[in-house]
Nanobody, 126 residues
Framework: QVQLVESGGGLVQAGGSLRLSCAASGGWFSSYHMGWFRQTPGKEREFVAGIRNIRWSGSTTYYADSGKGRFTLSRDNAKNTVYLQMNSLKPEDTAVYYC????????????????WGQGTQVTVSS
């Protein structure tokens, strides 16, 4: 059983930055695809960024258009942690952000992810 705990959310002014962390326990973290999603009230969770492990080749990161050029996903396998650095934040980035462990078959919809954290609130004021 994999457990995920997100942290790093908070209130920030537009143009500011936050770094979200997701600490994993259980399982073999370094082998997992990982993803970040966000959700606002009344809407489905949407993909923000993900990192796909490609066997024998390393990994590839993916970003939703909304975060390209502003968000950077990274992972530290020694710490079992994945990060989402968010710069130039906008009010429309306000959401609860979740990290998740991906299934072996990679995809960017939430159906391709199994274990989820409890979420961390990000609020960007204008």
């Amino acid at each position: 059983q994999v457990q995920l705990v997100e942290s790093g959310g908070g209130l920030v002014q537009a143009g500011g930055s936050l770094r979200l962390s997701c600490a994993a326990s259980g399982g073999w973290f370094s082998s997992y695809h990982m993803g970040w999603f966000r959700q606002t009230p009344g809407k489905e969770r949407e993909f923000v960024a993900g990192i796909r492990n490609i066997r024998w080749s390393g990994s590839t990161t993916y970003y939703a258009d909304s975060g390209k050029g502003r968000f950077t996903l990274s992972r530290d396998n020694a710490k079992n942690t994945v990060y989402l650095q968010m710069n130039s934040l906008k009010p429309e980035d306000t959401a609860v952000y979740y990290c998740a462990v991906g299934r072996p078959n990679w995809g960017t919809s939430q159906s391709f992810f199994d274990y989820w954290g409890q979420g961390t609130q990000v609020t960007v004021s204008s």
